[in-house]
């Protein structure tokens, strides 16, 4: 136990240090635009630099970076990034820049006043910033979670539902959240050529989805069969390998600013 709790100590003063001295890095992968065939948003996804160069995943450090209530600081670097991002982009830009938040960030009003606050002040359309959280996040507490989705329209920026159909009450969220995508958790898109299970579970999650005037996004797309499927399901967005890898955000043509700085 003592050696447990020890690792998370030294996790914790070493998510200090990156939130402090820049040791955070982002990658940013596309999404496709089925009905348009264009990529018309990226989803920002954090790193932590390691001593020897190598980059560290966020499965390694947001579970103690939210046990030691450092995840909304997290948050909000991330969320800084995209609006800075989004600020140097051409004035008619269609894109939209997807974020994560930790299920602690939902808590309170911490986060969105910031965010008010930021996007004021870099004077970004709240419309191009997408705010995702995971459905395991939002079972924790159905009314924190849609006092955030609330929050978040009355600021005009856009909320997604990542990891759709990982719980049992998914349906449910669709009724009782005002939320504008939802992410069809990729343990249906795996196998989809092949499996008439998932096939049948991921047409009704489109059904139900485009009844209720949501957009569908399917993750871990990863080749054309997979693609051309949720086309013809009426997925209206593609995210996975075979839409684009992640790439560290300085590679990305589309979210360098106007004047190529």
């Not at 990529?39 to 920002?44: M, P």
């Not at 870099?122 to 507490?141: F, G, H, M, Y």
Request: proline share 3%; charged share 25%.
């Amino acid at each position: 136990h003592r050696e447990h709790v020890a690792a998370r100590m030294a996790w914790s003063v070493r998510i200090s240090d990156a939130l402090q001295n820049e040791k955070f890095v982002l990658h940013a992968q596309p999404i496709l635009d089925i009905g348009s065939g264009e990529v018309t948003h990226f989803e920002l996804l954090i790193r932590m630099r390691d001593v020897d160069g190598s980059l560290i995943a966020p499965t390694e450090f947001l579970y103690t970076a939210e046990r030691f209530g450092m995840a909304i600081d997290i948050d909000k670097w991330v969320l800084g990034q995209a609006i800075e991002i989004l600020s140097g982009l051409p004035p008619k830009s269609l894109i939209k820049i997807a974020v994560n938040v930790s299920g602690g960030s939902l808590d309170g009003t911490e986060l969105t006043d910031w965010l008010t606050a930021t996007l004021k002040e870099r004077k970004v359309l709240p419309s191009s910033l997408v705010i995702e959280v995971t459905e395991t996040d939002a079972i924790t507490n159905m009314a924190r979670a849609r006092r955030f989705a609330e929050a978040l329209r009355s600021l005009d920026c856009e909320f997604s539902l990542d990891d759709f159909g990982a719980g049992f009450g998914s349906f449910y969220y669709l009724k009782h959240l005002p939320i504008d995508y939802i992410k069809i958790d990729g343990d249906y898109i795996n196998n989809l050529t092949s499996s008439d299970t998932d096939q049948v579970i991921v047409k009704s999650m489109i059904q139900l989805a485009s009844g209720l005037g949501k957009r569908t996004v399917a993750e871990f797309v990863s080749d054309q069969e997979a693609l051309d499927l949720i086309t013809e399901f009426g997925v209206d967005y593609a995210q996975g390998f075979f839409i684009g890898k992640q790439l560290p955000v300085g590679e990305v043509v589309a979210l360098q600013p106007v004047d190529g700085s």
